[in-house]
């Protein structure tokens, strides 16, 4: 019962780090840029995604322009589209699996086919989790690393946007649950395994009383 309640827990943090996962692709709030200037009329905030970029402006006015070309783009953009995409497909296929190998649930079949599926569904949110930490990590970088170039001008620095935390932790919900899934999955069948059951021997008390018989027999 323990289990089946650790694996709904898993289940209910992989939700969150799939839908964090899918909200951080999307949002263009990945690095900002807010440029005051010398009236707070004239304001405007400046942001950069994965798709697209944005330009808010203090009078109420929103655009945003469509990233089309991708070879124009910076390499560590790049992977974070590529990895960011993988993560949320991982994360899909692992809510799938999960949701079969759930002690909780009447799918799957038998108890080791159940395991089975419920630690593939684990290692599916261990690699979305992966995934998505790696490019967030990465962009990350490449933010702070510019941000503190002194010659880099300070209207084209940026800082890290609602996207990035974001992103960090739909990641450690992702990993949390995969791991917990990962061992709750095998944990009688781990315990069974080092601590094989005792085979209990008991003198047959038929024999013994057949023995007394014939020694009877020859006196």
């Not at 899909?92 to 569904?121: E, Q, R, W, Y």
Request: aromatic fraction near 14%; glycine fraction near 8%; include cysteine.
């Amino acid at each position: 019962m323990a289990s089946a309640s650790l694996q709904f827990f898993a289940f209910i943090l992989a939700l969150f780090g799939v839908f964090g996962d899918i909200t951080a692709t999307l949002l263009p709030n990945w690095k900002v840029n807010a440029d005051v200037g010398s009236n707070i009329i004239t304001a405007i905030t400046q942001m950069q995604g994965l798709w697209m970029d944005c330009t808010w402006y203090s009078t109420g006015m929103f655009s945003c322009t469509l990233k089309y070309s991708v070879l124009s783009l910076p390499v560590y953009i790049q992977a974070a589209r590529t990895t960011m995409v993988l993560s949320c497909i991982l994360s899909a296929f692992g809510i799938c699996i999960s949701t079969v190998g759930m002690k909780c649930t009447k799918l799957g079949g038998d108890t080791d086919s159940k395991s089975h599926a419920c630690f593939a569904g684990g290692v599916c949110f261990i690699l979305a989790g992966i995934f998505e930490l790696v490019p967030t990590s990465w962009y990350t970088r490449e933010i702070i690393s510019n941000f503190l170039d002194q010659t880099i001008p300070e209207s084209s620095k940026h800082e890290p946007g609602g996207a990035v935390y974001t992103g960090f932790i739909s990641a450690a919900f992702l990993l949390i649950a995969g791991v917990i899934f990962c061992t709750s999955c095998f944990k009688k069948q781990q315990g069974a395994w080092i601590y094989p059951p005792k085979q209990h021997h008991f003198p047959s008390t038929e024999q013994d009383s057949n023995a007394g018989y014939n020694l009877k027999d020859y006196v």
